[in-house]
């Protein structure tokens, strides 16, 4: 009898300590996996910080884009509240699930907006497929990209020198016409009393805006230049012929100017150049007897 109660309380205790031993392992690996959630709760957050650093930046490169301060101001609202929810982000711990929840949806809702405004934005400056072609490809480079420092600087400053070239303004259709004193056109150079140059500056929607100053310059067969005043042009003073101030809308518009001749024209190849905004805009070669 005595034996039976020995070996029945020997059972008793191997059995509290198996469980004891069970319940040790199980809080161990409950712990293990807690530390495993907020780890991966932690990635989670850092890779929401960088999505909406980058839905930050894309917002810059759009304004850097565009010339409507309509849009340019509705642009700007969005960019403060996605930096708002940035810095939310930043503060909430990690483990917070029902903050980081919240701040993953309106990082969905941030997505969605800029997307319309991607939409918005290249219809209205109808830019080139090349151009959408590399806005896509930055892009695609940037929400692939947690690199975001000095790559994405570089990639912001290409993209600014292409919009800035697709602004630019284009002068086509250039003509250059002798009249003689009677308004008619002159058959010699001899005969020439005015100089009729003529062109078209192309439509161009994402070109600013307003009045402009363009600038005709004339080089004669021995490479002087009919001579009126100067303008700058690459960090020089540039002789023009004539200039003139035109209301700039972004459509096609037609432009005259006109020389009166008080010098020996010889005949020759005169070359004729347009200037506005600091580039060379158009030029064509005419031969004359």
Request: aromatic residues 6%; glycine residues 4%; hydrophobic residues 40%.
């Amino acid at each position: 009898m005595k034996k039976a109660l020995i070996a029945a309380v020997v059972v008793v205790i191997l059995a509290m300590a198996g469980i004891m031993v069970y319940l040790l392992l199980n809080n161990r690996n409950l712990e293990q996996e807690k530390m495993e959630m907020l780890e991966l709760a932690e990635l989670d957050k850092q890779e929401m910080e960088n999505d909406y650093e980058r839905l930050t930046l894309q917002y810059t490169e759009m304004m850097n884009s565009i010339n409507n301060d309509s849009i340019i101001a509705q642009l700007t609202q969005e960019q403060m509240r996605t930096q708002q929810l940035m810095e939310e982000l930043k503060n909430v711990k990690a483990a917070d699930a029902r903050e980081i929840t919240r701040l993953k949806k309106e990082l969905a809702t941030v997505r969605k907006v800029l997307r319309s405004y991607i939409r918005q934005v290249d219809s209205l400056n109808q830019v080139n497929q090349s151009l959408m072609a590399e806005n896509d490809r930055v892009k695609d480079q940037l929400a692939q990209s947690n690199q975001a420092n000095e790559g994405l600087r570089m990639e912001k400053q290409n993209l600014t020198e292409k919009v800035a070239i697709a602004a630019q303004l284009d002068a086509t259709g250039i003509t250059m016409t002798t009249l003689n004193k009677r308004q008619k056109t002159a058959k010699k150079m001899k005969d020439c009393k005015t100089i009729q140059v003529g062109f078209n500056i192309a439509r161009n929607v994402t070109a600013q805006t307003g009045n402009r100053t363009l600038y005709v310059r004339i080089q004669t067969p021995a490479g002087q230049v009919l001579t009126a005043g100067t303008f700058p042009y690459e960090n020089r003073q540039l002789e023009y012929s004539m200039k003139k101030v035109v209301e700039y809308t972004g459509e096609e518009v037609n432009v005259q100017t006109y020389w009166q001749v008080s010098e020996f024209l010889e005949a020759g190849q005169y070359r004729v150049s347009i200037f506005a905004d600091g580039n060379m805009i158009g030029t064509r070669t005419f031969t004359f007897e």
